[in-house]
């Protein structure tokens, strides 16, 4: 089964904007990414309102605010 990363973001958010310029350069070629606007999904605005951005592995939290290389690989590892 693919593994499936997905990024909730709003508009606008710098925050959300730096994590996704370092979690593209470090993902390119390697694996695909779903951006999930959470303003326009009332489930995620609900469960992650003010917490963007977050980086999801499947349904798992990988890390939130900033993005963490080394979290996401360990998430990757153990869902190998």
């Known amino acids: 089964m693919p593994l499936e990363l997905t990024l909730i973001t709003r508009d606008p958010c710098p925050l959300c904007d730096t994590f996704k310029t370092?979690?593209?350069?470090?993902?390119?070629?390697?694996?695909?990414?779903?951006?999930a606007d959470i303003d326009?999904?009332?489930?995620?605005?609900?469960?992650?309102d003010t917490r963007v951005p977050v980086l999801l592995l499947g349904d798992?939290?990988?890390?939130?605010?900033?993005?963490?290389?080394?979290?996401?690989?360990?998430?990757?590892e153990g869902s190998l």
């Open 60 to 76: 798992h939290v990988v890390c939130e605010a900033r993005y963490q290389p080394e979290r996401l690989r360990r998430a990757i």
């Open 22 to 35: 370092a979690l593209l350069a470090d993902i390119s070629g390697k694996m695909g990414l779903t951006i």
């Open 40 to 48: 326009s999904n009332p489930r995620l605005k609900t469960q992650f």
